[in-house]
Each structure stands twice: as C-alpha cells, then as structure tokens.
C-alpha cells in the first residue's frame, strides 16, 4: 500500500486557512474601505461566516461529502456537565475577571444586574448565530479535527490558537474608523499583543469541550457565551474607563484565562481529552 507523503496531509487544512483568510479579510477590506455605509454593516457580518464557506469549499474539493460534513456538526448528546460549562463558564470568567478588577481599586457596576440578566438572551442568540459563534463551524468544524489527525492535541490547538488569533487583525480597522486604525504607536501594541494571545489562549478550552463531547454546537455556544458575557457581564461601565483601565482590565481578563488554561492542561497532561475524542 503506497503511503501518503507528510506534505499531502496538510494540503487540506493549508487550503482552508487560505480560503478563511481570502474571504473573511475580503469582507472586512471593504469595511475598512467604505465606513459608515449600509454595505459596510453587511460586509462585517458576512466576514464572520468566512470560515464557514471555506470549510465547505474544502471539504467539497477533497472529494468529502458537504452534507455528511455539515450534518456531523450538530451533534447535542452529550453530559449536562457540558452544556452548562458551555452556557456558565464564560460568565464566571467575565463575573471572575470584574470582581478582580474591582478588588484592585477598579470601578465596578453591580447595581444594573438585573438590566443586563435582561439584555444577555437576545445578546447571545445575536453572537452566537452571526457574531462568533458562527466561526465555529470551520475552526473546531473542521480545522481542529484535521489538525489533531496529524498532531498532537496541544500541537493542534497552539497552531488553531495563533492563526485564529491572527485571522481577527483586521477588525482593528472594521471596527476602529479605517485604514488610520492599523497605524498601532508603541502604546497600542502591547494591548493588540495581550489580544492575541487571549484570543489564542481560548482555544484550549473549545478544543477540550470538542474532544469531550465530538459536538461543534457545544463550541457554537460557548464561543457566543464568551461574547456575549463580555458584553453582559463584565460589571466595569465603559463611559468611567480610562486607557489604563481598560488595558488593565484586558490584562486581568487574560491572567485569568491563562491560569485556567494552565490549570486545564495540568488535569489533563496535555490531552485536553484527547482521549475521549468521539
């Protein structure tokens, strides 16, 4: 039996990396190249689901089945235990990371819990379904399943973790006023670095809830419960914030994941339940 060259393996996940890049990068060129103008609102949004198409591409070009791909996706059997770490975590992180700030002389808001209990369903039903939670069908859909064929699950996760990471630049001009955006001073890199290394350190955690569970729905939930927890329930009100504040509590928020990341990879001798992988 003739064996396939090393190279030949990854000639699948090379092609959906370009293909996320090409098309997400694309969308968000035009935000950045027409702000504050109706297309530039649908070009945003269409960015996200990037990953998405170009798994599908892939999958159709290396002879799979898009359906049987697609359909594999939305597997929901798995332990209670799960589907609250996917609905709850996120919101301890983001509870965690505002009682620590506010321990450490921040300003904090508890007194709207109930306004934004309120605000948080329609919150994470929005982030799931177009504003990340999306995303999760071509990177834990697709990429970490093709990566952990030929890798380790923390070689997999590290390589998932940082192209991820990177994949979000240009969003800093989408999001930040145009091309004027990417012109970082010294000041600006160290918060854009601490941003992607919290965007990379993230995706222990999904690679470990997909390894435990084999669903990519419960990695759908989790990366909407992380945005909207942040948008929810981090109790420090952005009108009081200073830019040391809001680095410092970006710097807070990042040492609690990467402890949390430390402590995952500990119990798990650096599985991150590979083992029980469905």
């Known amino acids: 039996m003739k064996r396939e060259p090393?190279?030949?393996?990854?000639?699948?996940i090379v092609t959906f990396f370009c293909l996320a890049y090409a098309l997400s990068w694309a969308f968000w060129g035009l935000v950045i190249a027409l702000p504050e103008t109706g297309l530039a609102g649908l070009a945003y949004y269409a960015g996200g689901f990037g990953p998405l198409v170009a798994a599908l591409i892939t999958v159709t070009l290396f002879g799979r089945s898009p359906w049987s791909w697609f359909k594999s996706l939305w597997r929901w059997r798995a332990a209670a235990r799960f589907w609250l770490f996917a609905l709850l975590f996120p919101i301890a992180m983001a509870v965690g990371a505002s009682l620590i700030f506010g321990l450490t002389g921040g300003e904090t808001a508890w007194g709207d819990l109930a306004a934004r209990l309120a605000l948080w369903p329609a919150t994470f039903a929005a982030?799931?379904?177009?504003?990340?939670?999306?995303e999760e069908l071509g990177w834990r859909g697709f990429a970490l399943p093709e990566l952990q064929a030929n890798l380790s699950p923390m070689g997999a996760t590290m390589i998932l973790g940082v192209l991820w990471a990177l994949w979000h630049i240009p969003l800093i001009g989408a999001t930040g006023g145009g091309w004027s955006a990417f012109l970082l001073t010294r000041a600006d890199m160290i918060p854009f670095a601490v941003t992607l290394v919290s965007i990379s350190a993230h995706a222990f955690w999904y690679t470990w809830l997909y390894n435990r569970t084999g669903s990519v729905l419960l990695c759908?939930?989790?990366?909407?419960g992380y945005n909207a927890a942040n948008h929810a329930f981090v109790f420090v009100p952005l009108e009081t914030q200073t830019a040391p504040e809001e680095f410092r509590l970006l710097?807070?928020?990042?040492?609690?994941?990467?402890?949390?990341?430390?402590?995952l990879i500990a119990a798990t001798k650096g599985r991150l339940g590979f083992e029980h992988a469905k």
């Open 6 to 12: 090393p190279a030949s393996r990854f000639k699948p």
């Open 251 to 263: 710097v807070i928020m990042t040492a609690l994941l990467l402890a949390s990341v430390v402590a």
């Open 220 to 224: 759908v939930l989790l990366h909407g």
């Open 127 to 134: 982030v799931t379904l177009v504003g990340g939670g999306n």
